[in-house]
């Protein structure tokens, strides 16, 4: 409990942090209307902030943070009211099976319909705040999502999440088997598990979602492959997803691995950049793709994911102790009951390693930054680019640093619009070899 109250004040602490101070901004003139009057700036290459974009960032900010508190609320008062006892209780009754004597793994059909209803039930939990996400989109023009579309992601977003099911299985099946390496052996096969995962989600996963289909011919293809070829990736997949069915924002992006990696471009990128700006995005993802930043990103994934399995070992062992002594009716770790209470440890542990995550994030980021602009030469573009962002997208180009250095994923827009008319990186339109 004090574990669970430490991060909510921390979190309410960020959420204070994050609704008072915003980059970039000021008080719109008195007696003017704060929806429709800008922020006058002579610079080109300094972010133009509407007072809607500083109200917008604000009400996301905040549905964010206390979104992520309610969560582990919600996860530990399932535990501590006795939901999860009484969810276990039932589900043995559903599957007509008795319920196995302490420390003896759950047979899979019970994990699987207790694990399938406790992550719906905390879907539900936790829909309140998506939904006004979801308005807020709304509100301000962004979303082209229906009610239904929404629904349909979560339905398909708790289905995929059910394969976790069978992982749980052999974990319990592994602590009984080896109780003092359980978590190496788990280690060992994460690590071709997280390769599978990366080869399927851009050719299985994705396209449950959203449609993809290669750039069509055209002068911006020309372009695009003309790029590629400097650049070093002549044979890169340049496919274009169908993104504005659900939003506005732009984006772009590289996923998979092998044959199966791919440069990804929204459709409203296509429709709202200008040429230039839509090379310097392009540039930036084949830096992402030159520089083989998902391979070391799945090798960092690898070495976290053995800290993830240690960190669960010691949690075992806490929750070992914790369950034994519970008064809430859980009969060891490896009762069905008592995995609500092992992601919520996990949930914590995640998000203490998110300052260490991001910042590699935001040094590989950087790299395809200098990358796009060495191959593209479009420094204002690029800086234009993350002007846009900040303007039209409402993204804050100045964070407070305690939200950036916890959550961010890139470098700041400011810092960025900076690097790119610094003149630090030189163009060099020489062809690169193949990687």
Known sequence: MRVLAGWIVFIALM??????????QESAPPGKNAETVSIARPDAYVPNIPPRAIAYTHTQRALGLTGMAWS??????MVRSGASVRLRDGVYRLVRLPRPENDTPPAFRALLVFYGLYTLILMLWNMPFGLAQLATEWKYGFSHESLGMYL????????IGLLVAPLLCGLAWLVMRSPKRWWLWMWGFTLPLLIGVLILQPIVIAPLFNEYKPLGMGPLRTKILELAARAGVPNADVFVEDT???TAHVNAYVTGVGPAARIVLNDTAIKTLPEDQLLAMIGHEMGHYVEKHIWYGLLSGAIGSGAFFYLAFRCWTLLDRRTRQSKTGLRGPLDLAALPLLFLYLNIAILLQEPIANAESRYMEHRADA????VTGLDTATARLMVGFAERDFSDPDPPALLHFWFGSH?????RIAFALSGEVKPDVAPRPHP
């Not at 470098?411 to 810092?415: A, C, D, I, W």
């Open 15 to 24: 959420l204070s942090l994050g609704t008072f101070s915003v980059g970039a």
């Open 152 to 159: 349909g992601d979560a339905a398909k977003n708790w289905g």
């Open 411 to 415: 470098p700041t827009l400011s810092e």
């Open 371 to 374: 990358f796009g602009l060495r």
């Open 72 to 77: 582990l609320l919600g996860v530990w008062l």
């Open 244 to 246: 504005s069915r659900r």
